[in-house]
């Protein structure tokens, strides 16, 4: 599917779901994604990419603290040293095949696909695939999947389409919030992609971790020190530290940001601030609904507030 058919079949799939919107997307084997991405190179790289059983992946969900968990594992890898840009030493992998020349520079600054081909291992890796479209072929890669509750991600999701303008979106969060209950914002359903990591990293604790965004904000020394053991990465004082310095949200906004206003606030409980009372009782009955299966439950409400 070419780009231009991919978009013209998302804009169908707006309509049918009676939404009236300039938000664009192209469809990745029915999932929206960004719209500069090359439809075929993405899947080549999910059908075709060599991945080893010594791949790390950080995977989220859009507006999960990927970002935050990609410079803290860059510190993590200098040993505590802050300068660099994350996506030097754990890029999207997808946007260095799909998009590289429009995506890749930002996400994926210096590589190319024969430079990460090339690349001795260990190999760390941002994706946002949902579980059946990771690039892993006959690999057993480790995971490191990052997951936010979704008012506070649909809140960040809602002001990275207004901010990036391939997405070419001017409406109000209302609008947005129809997209994203209607799985049509990027990465198609919140519910189904994250539902389907958690499962599978319940399925496979010695290579997948599943965190939480918000355990992430509370406790962020704490989930260092995870991060490093799942990873076997040597930890102390002084890593941590320095780890944690170059991962603060306003280091990261000077030295560390791709630009194009990806970092704003972080933090969670700030949906209160923008949601009606409506909103969020659409929001809660969905919610109820496609959660009432699963075990997973999520703070909505900030502990510092």
Known sequence: MTGARGQAEYQSRLAAAGITSDYRAVLVRGVPQNPMFDVQAFEDVIDNFQTKDSDVFVATYVKAGTTWVQQILHGLLRGGEGGGRYGETDPWLEAGAAAPDVIGPREAPGWTMERINAAPAPRYFKTHARVEDLPRGAARPRVIYVARNPKDT????????????????????????????????????????????????????????????????????????????????????????????????????????????????????????????????????????????????????????
């Open 154 to 305: 649909v809140v960040s999701l809602f002001h990275h389409a207004r901010n990036k303008p391939e997405f070419g979106f001017t409406g109000d969060l209302e609008t947005f919030l129809q997209v994203f209950l209607s799985d049509l914002a990027e990465n198609g359903s919140w519910f189904d992609h994250v539902l389907g990591w958690h499962q599978e990293c319940l399925q496979n604790p010695g290579t997948h971790l599943f965190l939480k965004y918000e355990d992430l904000h509370d406790d962020t020394p704490g989930v260092v020190r995870q991060l490093a053991s799942f990873l076997g990465l040597p930890i102390n004082d002084e890593i941590l530290a320095g780890t944690l310095s170059a991962a603060s949200l306003d280091d990261m906004k000077q030295h560390a940001s791709i630009g194009m206003n990806h970092l704003r606030k972080g933090g969670y409980g700030g949906w209160r601030d923008v949601f009606t009372d409506e909103m969020n009782e659409q929001f809660d009955q969905l919610y109820a609904r496609r959660m009432s299966t699963s075990d997973l439950t999520f703070r909505f409400e900030s502990r510092r507030a």
